[in-house]
């Protein structure tokens, strides 16, 4: 069994900074990516930002603004938001990509998601 437990969200002014934690546990043998997912109130969920080795992508509505990192060690990602606008306000969902076995398939885990709101 694989867990995603997602930390960080509240609610922040625009221009304030929030940083999002979420750690995977349980029976991994190996993480190929992890990112950040958003869904906002009638809207579809979208990719925000994810790494894969030492390789990042950002949905370009937060480029240069967000920043993704990993710390392998503790098989955690993390998202540093900066100059938050309110348009960034949705729940945010962890994701990864893992194999719980070496011969095993990869497959897509999710976190139960977090809140980030973003006041004008």
């Known amino acids: 069994q694989v867990q995603l437990v997602e930390s960080g969200g509240g609610l922040v002014q625009t221009g304030g900074s929030l940083r999002l934690s979420c750690a995977a546990s349980g029976s991994i043998f190996s993480i190929t990516a992890m990112g950040w997912y958003r869904q906002a109130p009638g809207k579809q969920r979208e990719l925000v930002a994810a790494?894969?080795?030492?390789?990042?992508n950002y949905a370009d509505s937060v480029k240069g603004r967000f920043t993704i990192s990993r710390d392998n060690a503790k098989n955690t990602v993390y998202l540093q938001m900066n100059s938050l606008k309110p348009e960034d306000t949705a729940v945010y969902y962890c994701?990864?990509?893992?194999?719980?076995?070496?011969?095993?398939?990869?497959?897509?885990?999710w976190g139960q998601g977090t809140q980030v709101t973003v006041s004008s």
């Open positions: 994701n990864s990509n893992l194999r719980q076995s070496r011969f095993g398939s990869s497959y897509d885990y």
């Open positions: 790494i894969t080795g030492g390789s990042t």
